[in-house]
């Protein structure tokens, strides 16, 4: 029995649909996350022996005539469909499952991700004919449901799962989070054997790039973070020093021309000795004289580290700011401070690396005042990069339950994109509006990037690395109408 894993089309009319980042869409930079929890499930059943079928649609920008077609193509002895899923476009995951179901009646189709992981009765309600739900981390639950229909086994024994069994819905007991990361295969070997890795692109990052996870779960207790509180938890699991530079050595060998890694842990840097031990490693190795990398770094890491992680390859790092209100900070638990946020700040300039601050309007106790301490804590501290949006609240997360409880969530889930795939605002809060936070954000963007001082200090990095430059200018290029008023 074969495996078909499905990241399913969706907007393909406006371009790449970004399922799997933090906040899908399609972006104004055109990115395209990798579907890195859909390609580690996968990896780890085709090494575990069952053999897969693997279909990115959204990365061949293919609609859903064209996904199914190639599905009619490659469907001899599939079994089970595991179909990615995201908030915005979860109305169409179910119906392109059902419609899977409709003509494949024989085979099992499974949603995961983290919109049916925080709704699973509301979402099996929606969806009559899906068959189930893995709920949270789900690679060994996929190799688990997948051994118990192949060999008829009853699925009350598989830990995970949500499903049908006579006309009610059954859910079975959590899985254990994953602890041995290391069982799981590299992101990189099952991009290379399956995946065509230019397809994907990371606004902040040198193109071409590949992205994987060190480990999994994060220890801060932000309230609208969506992974941990949904998927993976607050346990930072960790792949070793050694595992980590081993997937680092098999992209330098078998992707010649990849100029950087994207770690996508939520916080890379909350285990310190690990990160040193890695950057050791990568030193040993020459491997930092190869390849370039980025990762999320949360703002309490100190200079030491960020000067070693420099001397080992790291390029960038990307820091939650969030706001510029510390009221703000406290009310979405972020546990930093404006103290801590300029010193890091001012480490990693003194250290060489550069930071997207990513900034966020919208949260517990915004005001009009609020939103301009933030825009002036950004052009205070003057990063290489930053993005300003509006909190979109993800089902499952606190923030959402802030929200709706609240009544401040004024559409429903179609509407967490615009009709073109780009963001949407669906709060609306007290003296606060949807279109107000929108408007904000976009002037936040354009005062930002359309200072004299921030095209000399891009120009001065791009002499420095023309490959920046390049990629500074593909950027400007995707989001010039959104910048310069008509």
Same mark, same amino acid.
Not at 45 to 70: H, M, R, T, V
Not at 125 to 154: C, F, H, N, Q, W
Not at 339 to 345: A, M, P, S
């Given at each position: 029995?074969?495996?078909?894993?499905?990241?399913?089309?969706?907007?393909?009319?406006?371009?790449?649909?970004?399922?799997?980042?933090?906040?899908?869409?399609? #972006?104004?930079?055109?990115?395209?996350?990798?579907?890195?929890?859909?390609?580690?499930?996968?990896?780890?059943?085709?090494?575990?022996?069952?053999?897969?079928?693997?279909?990115?649609? &959204?990365?061949?920008?293919?609609?859903?005539?064209?996904?199914? =077609?190639?599905?009619?193509?490659?469907?001899?002895?599939?079994?089970?469909?595991?179909?990615?899923?995201?908030? &915005? *476009?979860?109305?169409?995951?179910?119906?392109?499952?059902? /419609?899977?179901?409709?003509?494949?009646?024989?085979?099992?189709?499974?949603?995961?991700?983290?919109?049916?992981?925080?709704?699973?009765?509301?979402?099996? *309600?929606?969806?009559?004919?899906?068959?189930?739900?893995?709920?949270?981390?789900?690679?060994?639950?996929?190799?688990?449901?997948?051994?118990?229909?192949?060999?008829?086994?009853?699925?009350?024994?598989? /830990?995970?799962?949500?499903?049908?069994?006579?006309?009610?819905?059954?859910?079975?007991?959590?899985?254990? $989070?994953?602890?041995?990361?290391?069982?799981?295969? $590299?992101?990189?070997?099952?991009?290379?054997?399956?995946?065509?890795?230019?397809?994907?692109?990371?606004?902040?990052?040198?193109?071409?790039?590949?992205?994987?996870?060190?480990?999994?779960?994060?220890? *801060?207790?932000?309230?609208?973070?969506?992974?941990?509180?949904?998927?993976?938890?607050?346990?930072?699991?960790?792949?070793?020093?050694?595992?980590?530079?081993?997937?680092?050595?098999?992209?330098?060998?078998?992707?010649?021309?990849?100029?950087?890694?994207?770690?996508?842990?939520?916080?890379? #840097?909350?285990?310190? /000795?690990?990160?040193?031990?890695?950057?050791?490693?990568?030193?040993?190795?020459?491997?930092?004289?190869?390849?370039?990398?980025?990762?999320?770094?949360?703002?309490?890491?100190?200079?030491?580290?960020?000067?070693?992680?420099? /001397?080992?390859?790291?390029?960038?790092?990307?820091?939650?700011?969030?706001?510029?209100?510390?009221?703000?900070?406290?009310?979405?638990?972020?546990?930093?401070?404006?103290?801590?946020?300029?010193?890091?700040?001012?480490?990693?300039?003194?250290?060489?690396?550069?930071?997207?601050?990513?900034?966020?309007?919208? =949260?517990?106790?915004?005001?009009?005042?609020?939103?301009?301490?933030?825009?002036?804590?950004?052009?205070?501290?003057?990063?290489?990069?930053?993005?300003?949006?509006?909190?979109? &609240?993800?089902?499952?997360?606190?923030?959402?339950?802030?929200?709706?409880?609240?009544?401040?969530?004024?559409?429903? $889930?179609?509407?967490?994109?615009?009709?073109?795939? #780009?963001?949407?605002?669906?709060?609306?809060?007290?003296?606060?509006?949807?279109?107000?936070?929108?408007?904000?954000?976009?002037?936040?963007?354009?005062?930002?990037?359309?200072?004299?001082?921030?095209?000399?200090?891009?120009?001065?990095?791009?002499?420095?690395?023309?490959?920046?430059?390049?990629?500074?200018?593909?950027?400007?290029?995707?989001?010039?109408?959104?910048?310069?008023?008509?």
């Amino acid at each position: 029995m074969k495996i078909f894993f499905v990241n399913p089309p969706f907007k393909a009319e406006y371009g790449k649909f970004s399922r799997e980042s933090r906040s899908p869409a399609v #972006t104004r930079s055109g990115a395209l996350y990798y579907p890195l929890w859909l390609i580690y499930a996968a990896a780890y059943c085709e090494k575990k022996g069952f053999a897969i079928e693997f279909l990115d649609a &959204p990365a061949k920008q293919w609609n859903e005539q064209q996904s199914l =077609n190639y599905i009619t193509q490659n469907i001899e002895d599939i079994g089970l469909f595991v179909l990615d899923t995201s908030t &915005p *476009s979860i109305s169409n995951d179910i119906k392109f499952g059902e /419609k899977l179901k409709k003509k494949y009646p024989e085979t099992f189709v499974l949603l995961v991700g983290t919109h049916p992981s925080a709704t699973v009765e509301e979402t099996l *309600s929606k969806g009559p004919l899906i068959d189930g739900i893995a709920r949270k981390e789900y690679d060994y639950t996929v190799y688990y449901l997948a051994k118990a229909l192949e060999t008829g086994a009853d699925l009350s024994s598989v /830990k995970g799962i949500s499903y049908r069994r006579n006309g009610e819905i059954v859910h079975n007991p959590d899985a254990e $989070y994953i602890e041995d990361l290391d069982t799981i295969p $590299y992101a990189a070997e099952f991009i290379h054997k399956h995946l065509d890795y230019k397809d994907y692109f990371f606004a902040a990052a040198h193109y071409p790039e590949i992205q994987i996870f060190t480990g999994r779960g994060c220890p *801060s207790r932000c309230n609208f973070c969506v992974y941990p509180q949904t998927m993976h938890g607050h346990k930072y699991r960790l792949r070793t020093p050694e595992n980590v530079v081993g997937e680092f050595e098999y992209i330098a060998k078998h992707f010649p021309d990849v100029k950087e890694v994207v770690i996508e842990d939520d916080t890379f #840097t909350a285990n310190k /000795k690990r990160v040193l031990d890695i950057c050791r490693l990568l030193i040993e190795k020459k491997l930092n004289k190869r390849l370039k990398w980025l990762c999320n770094a949360r703002v309490n890491l100190n200079l030491e580290t960020m000067q070693e992680m420099k /001397k080992a390859g790291c390029r960038l790092i990307i820091p939650g700011i969030e706001s510029g209100n510390q009221q703000i900070l406290n009310n979405i638990k972020k546990g930093t401070t404006l103290e801590q946020i300029e010193r890091y700040v001012k480490n990693a300039k003194k250290a060489g690396l550069l930071i997207h601050a990513c900034y966020m309007v919208g =949260n517990k106790g915004e005001t009009k005042e609020t939103m301009e301490n933030t825009l002036k804590l950004a052009l205070k501290l003057n990063t290489d990069t930053a993005q300003f949006f509006p909190l979109i &609240p993800y089902p499952g997360t606190e923030a959402y339950e802030w929200a709706k409880e609240n009544g401040y969530i004024k559409a429903g $889930y179609d509407h967490y994109c615009k009709e073109d795939g #780009t963001h949407n605002c669906v709060l609306e809060l007290p003296g606060l509006s949807s279109q107000e936070m929108v408007d904000f954000c976009d002037e936040a963007r354009r005062k930002y990037y359309m200072r004299p001082g921030y095209f000399v200090h891009r120009l001065a990095v791009g002499l420095r690395d023309p490959a920046d430059l390049k990629r500074s200018l593909k950027a400007f290029g995707r989001l010039r109408k959104y910048l310069i008023r008509r």
